[in-house]
């Protein structure tokens, strides 16, 4: 369920000095782009674990970067970045600038009608070709077994190779991967949340 308008939001989104503008960061810093950002928790995990790179959030729900921008705003932090538009729009801000996408618990689309919509589907890995600037890599998380099953294959499809892989990314060897709200909500609950991570050169 979409998150409702806060009654400060113009208020809220006025006070973020975070927003990106046609100079991107003072360095020459990797760029990494989480899609469908949330309300931060892993992007400011990752800004603050990795100062040496520079992170870029997106999120097309004003509502919600609201709730990040509450939590980014106790912070002074210059590898941080964020997007209030929509995912079709991003490549106009960010063509050739990328080093990593992360997909973080990206919405299923369940039913088979709307598999085109899925973020891992192949006329979005095509946008995202449109992102990077060299090798392609990407770096997914979700708690949705067939979405999990249907991102892989569509990855491999597209000539993606996997590097890394698990079913249950709390009891596995990957660390640096900070907990997103659905992420803390999901795996309270017991559910295992699957993690893979591919390139293609």
């Known amino acids: 369920m979409r998150m409702r308008n806060p009654k400060n939001m113009d208020e809220i989104l006025n006070s973020c000095n975070y927003f990106l503008t ?35 959030g997106v999120e097309k729900y004003s509502s919600v970067i609201c709730s ?3 939590k980014i705003n106790e912070y002074e932090l210059d590898n941080l970045k964020i997007l209030n538009i929509d995912i079709m729009d991003i490549p106009q801000y960010l063509y050739g600038k990328i080093k990593t996408i992360y997909l973080n618990f990206s919405d299923p ?6 598999t085109k919509r899925r973020l891992t589907s192949e ?32 990855l491999l499809s597209y000539g993606y190779k996997i590097i890394n892989e ?12 900070p907990k997103t709200e659905y992420e803390e909500k999901f795996s309270s609950q017991g559910v295992k949340i699957k993690y893979i991570e591919v390139i293609k050169k």
């Open 166 to 177: 698990t079913y249950d990314l709390h009891n596995s060897d990957i660390t640096d991967s």
């Open 123 to 154: 006329n979005f890995l095509k946008l995202y070709d449109n992102l990077f600037k060299d090798e392609k890599h990407i770096i997914l998380k979700t708690d949705n077994d067939d979405f999990y099953e249907f991102s892989k294959e569509s």
């Open 109 to 114: 689309w369940p039913k088979k009608r709307n």
């Open 68 to 70: 990040a921008i509450k």
């Open 22 to 56: 046609e100079d991107l960061f003072n360095n020459n810093n990797d760029i990494c782009l989480e899609i469908g950002m949330g309300k931060g928790n892993f992007l400011l995990g990752m800004c603050l674990n990795h100062p040496d790179i520079n992170y870029i």
